[in-house]
Every structure is written in structure tokens, then in C-alpha cells.
């Protein structure tokens, strides 16, 4: 069996529950569950609550915690970095510059280890000029992977003023993506992104996030949750879970909610952290059909799933194309439809027209109709819910996904 020594530079990492570092250590410990040899240069986990977790030092430390044998040949390096209670746009620049100074001694000193892959994972764009740089002084093969493009995402959001910034951010980006043996990202859209970017296509890998099939999965019976959360039979459960931040554009379900509150069935659970959240309950307070719960942990994330009748997926429609939320795998695992607002020629469009419902635009009224009109038809949800399913199991089954990634991988190293 080939094995191979493989170096990832990503800023989040488990145990993060969402989002990237979700995803880079998975990606990492199936890789060594392979019989590869991995390191990973990361910070302390402070996403998405923004704040390091308890049990974590902001300092520079090899993680030593206990691995159980299968994840053994994973070696963590944690490096510090500052973190903003309030993450406007400066300040995340700053959070992701401290980032990219703090690692970049690590990085070196990494050079010596004679990897065969680095592969960064992007967001942050500052680290990718880094590890480029190790790959090549190493000998290794450079593998840049776009979680997310965060620059188009920033300016889109008008989290960053438009300007002289954007211009060079922008051409600074390109310069850096096209340097890169490989360059992945997780949507076909975004793959056109790239293409737009000046990377050919020889070089570029469809690498979309992943579901653990066997983790998330139709329940025979109903959630635990409901009980938990006293909610009765005759209601139907409108679900988000996940990230609360400025791209999820959460205000349309509140809203949304603040129109059935009086003559409606429908309940509303919105589970998770963020940059928005406490901005989002202090506002809308008082809504006696809304539940807020907090992030929950990944042992009970099939339950909180499947408490849902249908899952809400609100996005911001000048983001659409820069990111593909993760949590719509779940979402289809778990066999339920989804509603989502996303334009119907995104790739989130295109999924979910399959499997739930792609309409309401950013009308919140639209968007009551679409609810009411789907929470009284048990059989439609029902049959989207299973459409869903299929196509979690035919195109984002881990094991598909990290199989293809490994193959990749090998036949890069060999070229």
C-alpha cells in the first residue's frame, strides 16, 4: 500500500463542531485510519462561539490529548491567535493576520519533515502564501482547498468597503490560487469561481464536504427532542441548525415566524452560535413559536436532525456562489425536505429543487405561504425527505468523497 505524509495547514480543526474544522478533521483522521502519516497546523478551537474553548491554552503546544489507536500518526500543532469578541471585517483581518503570524514558525520548522502533500485549507487566504512556500522548499506538492471564497463573501456582505483593498485583495488571491499544484473546492459553482480566477481546469478537484451516513440517519421513531422541548403532536417543527452569522440571513425565518405566531401549527427551533445570534434574540424576543437551543454535540446532532418536519436553509443571495453551507448534507441524511431561498441556478438551488422547495426570494410573507402550504401535506414532506436521502447516499457519502480525495492525492504525489 502507498502511504503518504501529508502536511494541513487550516486555521479551524476538531473539536470544532461546525463549519471547517468539522470537516479538516475528519479529512485528517480518515486519512490516517488509511495507514497515512499526518500533521495539522491549527489554531486552539474557538469557532463559531468566538472564544477559545474551555480546556484550551492560547498558546503555542502540541496537542497531547490521548488518541485512541485508530488516530494514531496524527500530530496537532496548536498556534495562538487573537480572537475578537466582535468580529466586524477589521477585526476578522486582523484575527486571521495574527493567525498566519503565530503558525508561520511552525510551518517552517515543518519543511524538514519532507511531506509529500500541504495541503491549506482556505478560508484564511493569508496562510495560503505559507504554505506554498513550505511545499516547495520541502519538495512536497502544493494543495490549496477553498472552503470558502472569504474575500468575494467579505465584499458582498459589505463587511469590507468596496475600493482600492478589494482590488488588491482580489488580484493577490489570483496570483496566490494559480501558483498551486491542485486547487479544490466543494461546489460545481465554485469550480466556475475558480476558472474565473485564471486556475485551468487540469488543476482543479471537485471536492465537496461530506455526511456520515451511518451518523445521520432517518429515525424509526420521533426525536427525543420534541418531549425535551414540550413540543406537542399536532405541531410541525421548522428546524436551523447551525453557524448564526451575517451570510445565513436568519432575520427571514424570525420574521417569517413573527406572521404565524398567532394562527399557526408551526414551530420554530433555532439551534446553534454565532456572530448574530444575540443580536437576533434580543430583537426578536418574545415569539412564543420560537425555541432557541445552543450548539449541541455531535452525539445527539441524528436526534436534533430528525426533530425537525422540514429544515430551513435562509441565504443571502449575494453569497450564494461564494460558499456551499455543509449543513444541507445533514439535512438530506437525515430525510427530511428543505426549504431554501437561494437562487434555483446555484448549487444549492439545484440540490434542494430535488428534494424540498427553492422559492420565497428574501420575502418573509413568501415564505409563511411556502411553510403553511408544506407543514399541512405530511406526504409531500414524507416523499422530498426520501428523494433527500438518495442523494446523500449517492453523492456525499464520506466514504465516496475521502476515497476519490485519497486517489487524488496518490496520483498527484506520482505525477
Avoid at 422541548?229 to 436568519?250: D, R
Avoid at 434574540?281 to 445527539?300: F, H, I, R, S
Avoid at 418573509?364 to 414532506?381: E, F, G, I, N
Wanted: proline share 6%; with cysteine.
Amino acid at each position: 500500500m502507498v502511504t503518504m505524509k501529508i502536511l494541513i495547514h487550516s486555521i479551524n480543526f476538531s473539536p470544532d463542531l461546525v463549519g471547517i474544522g468539522k470537516y479538516s478533521a475528519e479529512m485528517a483522521e480518515w486519512l490516517v485510519a488509511q495507514g497515512h502519516e499526518v500533521r495539522v497546523v491549527t489554531a486552539p478551537p474557538y469557532y463559531p462561539q468566538w472564544q477559545i474553548s474551555d480546556g484550551y491554552a492560547n498558546r503555542w503546544h502540541k496537542d497531547r490529548r490521548r488518541q485512541p489507536r485508530e488516530k494514531k500518526g496524527l500530530t496537532v500543532y496548536r498556534c495562538p491567535l487573537w480572537v475578537p469578541a466582535e468580529p466586524s471585517g477589521p477585526k476578522r483581518l486582523l484575527h486571521l493576520a495574527s493567525f498566519m503570524l503565530s503558525s508561520f514558525p511552525v510551518m517552517l520548522r515543518q519543511i524538514f519533515w519532507r511531506s509529500d502533500v500541504v495541503l491549506v485549507v482556505k478560508p484564511a487566504l493569508f496562510c495560503v502564501p505559507q504554505a506554498w512556500l513550505v511545499a516547495r522548499l520541502s519538495g512536497a506538492k502544493a494543495w490549496l482547498h477553498i472552503q470558502d471564497f472569504e474575500i468575494d463573501a467579505a465584499f458582498g456582505l459589505g463587511m469590507l468597503p468596496a475600493g482600492g483593498l478589494q482590488r488588491w485583495l482580489l488580484v493577490a488571491e489570483r496570483l496566490l490560487i494559480r501558483r498551486f499544484d491542485r486547487v479544490s473546492t466543494i461546489s460545481f459553482k465554485m469550480l466556475e469561481r475558480l476558472g474565473s480566477k485564471g486556475v485551468e481546469s487540469n488543476r482543479t478537484f471537485f471536492f465537496p464536504n461530506w455526511v456520515d451516513l451511518g451518523e445521520i440517519h432517518p429515525l424509526a421513531t420521533e426525536s427525543e427532542f420534541r418531549d425535551r422541548l414540550g413540543i406537542l403532536p399536532n405541531h410541525v417543527v421548522a428546524l436551523y441548525s447551525g453557524n448564526m452569522g451575517e451570510k445565513q440571513g436568519l432575520e427571514i425565518v424570525l420574521e417569517a415566524a413573527a406572521l404565524l405566531q398567532k394562527d399557526s401549527d408551526i414551530r420554530f427551533v433555532l439551534c446553534g452560535d454565532g456572530t448574530s445570534r444575540l443580536r437576533l434574540q434580543k430583537k426578536y424576543t418574545g415569539l412564543a413559536n420560537v425555541v432557541w437551543l445552543p450548539l449541541q454535540p455531535l452525539e445527539v446532532l441524528n436526534e436534533l436532525l430528525n426533530l425537525a418536519d422540514m429544515h430551513l436553509l435562509p441565504q443571502r443571495g449575494d453569497v450564494a456562489d461564494m460558499v456551499m453551507p455543509s449543513k444541507l448534507l445533514g439535512m438530506l441524511a437525515s430525510g427530511r425536505p428543505v426549504l431554501t431561498n437561494a437562487h434555483a441556478d446555484t448549487q444549492v438551488g439545484g440540490v434542494v429543487s430535488q428534494c424540498g422547495i427553492v422559492s420565497f426570494s428574501d420575502d418573509p410573507h413568501a415564505l409563511s405561504v411556502v411553510l403553511t402550504s408544506l407543514a399541512s401535506d405530511p406526504d409531500k414532506r414524507k416523499k422530498l425527505g426520501m428523494v433527500g436521502r438518495r442523494i446523500a447516499e449517492k453523492q456525499f457519502s464520506k466514504e465516496v468523497v475521502l476515497r476519490k480525495f485519497e486517489q487524488e492525492l496518490k496520483e498527484l504525489c506520482h505525477d
